[in-house]
């Protein structure tokens, strides 16, 4: 499992991006409340999964698909 450091959420606060607890709340892909604003590994949680750590294939499985949203989101946008 990761390490068992507190993520800092401080520099949210004053944000509209959405929390919960210690964790920025994500969709299924990786995406915040705030359009073009993700997250990924322990600092997130979905809205299905309780805050807390992650292993770190769980981390990376979450890192690949955030890397997919962002590739086809780019590719979406060469093409218009």
């Known amino acids: 499992f ?6 800092n959420m401080d520099f949210l606060k004053d944000s509209d991006i959405e929390t919960s607890g210690d964790c920025i709340v994500v969709d ?3 995406r915040t409340n705030l359009p073009g604003i993700f997250a990924s590994g ?10 807390g750590q992650k292993s770190w294939e769980e981390a990376l499985n979450e890192s ?7 590739i086809a989101a780019a590719a ?4 218009a």
């Open 28 to 30: 299924q892909q990786q």
């Open 76 to 79: 979406a946008k060469v093409e």
């Open 64 to 70: 690949r698909v955030l890397a997919g949203v962002i």
């Open 2 to 7: 990761s390490s068992q450091t507190k993520a």
């Open 42 to 51: 322990s600092v997130c949680r979905r809205v299905d999964q309780p805050c």
